[in-house]
Nanobody, 124 residues
Framework: VQLQASGGGLVQAGGSLRLSCAAS????????MGWFRQAPGKEREWVAT????????YYADSVKGRFIISRDGARKTVYLQMNGLKPEDTAVYYC??????????????????WGQGTQVTVSS
């Protein structure tokens, strides 16, 4: 599975962006999909996860109520709708696919395939 993340950019605080993660090769049907982010000098941080069925979603406390993860199986795409963006959301955002179980969905070790990352910058 090869993943392509897109949709990043520069936005003012309070604005919105929608990130997309498309499977350029293969399919992520049956995979748990996650979004992570990494700011300069910091470790990669889990943001959100959606299970293979699409029926269960999980969010980091820092983004809960502002971000929404969804998936479109027909288009082989996973989205991260980001609203109410804050300067502390500035990071490179990565999508990932894997067979993560519930206890590992917040860890990069739960995912086998990664997109290349897309930069999100939020100005104050």
């Amino acid at each position: 599975v090869q993943l392509q993340a897109s949709g990043g950019g520069l936005v003012q605080a309070g604005g919105s962006l929608r990130l997309s993660c498309a499977a350029s090769e293969g399919s992520f049907v049956g995979y748990t999909m996650g979004w992570f982010r990494q700011a300069p000098g910091k470790e990669r941080e889990w943001v959100a996860t959606i299970r293979a069925s699409g029926g269960n979603t999980y969010y980091a406390d820092s983004v809960k109520g502002r971000f929404i993860i969804s998936r479109d199986g027909a288009r082989k795409t996973v989205y991260l709708q980001m609203n109410g963006l804050k300067p502390e959301d500035t990071a490179v955002y990565y999508c990932a696919a894997g067979r993560a179980i519930l206890s590992t969905i917040t860890s990069p070790r739960g995912y086998n395939y990664w997109g290349q990352g897309t930069q999100v910058t939020v100005s104050s």
